[in-house]
Nanobody, 125 residues
Framework: QVQLVESGGGSVQAGGSLRLSCAASGDTASSYRMGWFRQAPGKEREGVAAIGRSGGTACADSVKGRFTISRDNDQNSVYLQMNSLKPDDTAMYYC???????????????????WGQGTQVTVSS
């Protein structure tokens, strides 16, 4: 069992930056693939980025070059650095954990076993 707690959301103007954090506790979270998802009102939850236990990463085309996912296994934490934010990035952002063996599709919500409560990101133009 893994518990996930996100933090770092807030309101920023377009072009600004935010850094989201996700603290994991419980099981050996360092062996899990960790992902960030987001969901805007009226839209489906979508995968933003993911990172494996060895540091391999993947991200959505819509955030490439702007968002960076990282993890600190010693701190059982994962981060999402978001730069050059756009109004379209406005959403609730969720941290998720996928226990091994990993699912094939990193960006599918049903690939993940545990979820945090989310942190709101609002980007104004």
């Amino acid at each position: 069992q893994v518990q996930l707690v996100e933090s770092g959301g807030g309101s920023v103007q377009a072009g600004g930056s935010l850094r989201l954090s996700c603290a994991a506790s419980g099981d050996t979270a360092s062996s899990y693939r960790m992902g960030w998802f987001r969901q805007a009102p009226g839209k489906e939850r979508e995968g933003v980025a993911a990172i494996g236990r060895s540091g391999g990463t993947a991200c959505a085309d819509s955030v490439k070059g702007r968002f960076t996912i990282s993890r600190d296994n010693d701190q059982n934490s994962v981060y999402l650095q978001m730069n050059s934010l756009k109004p379209d990035d406005t959403a609730m952002y969720y941290c998720a954990a996928d226990r091994p063996p990993y699912s094939d599709i990193w960006s599918a919500p049903n690939s993940y076993n545990y979820w945090g409560q989310g942190t709101q990101v609002t980007v104004s133009s």
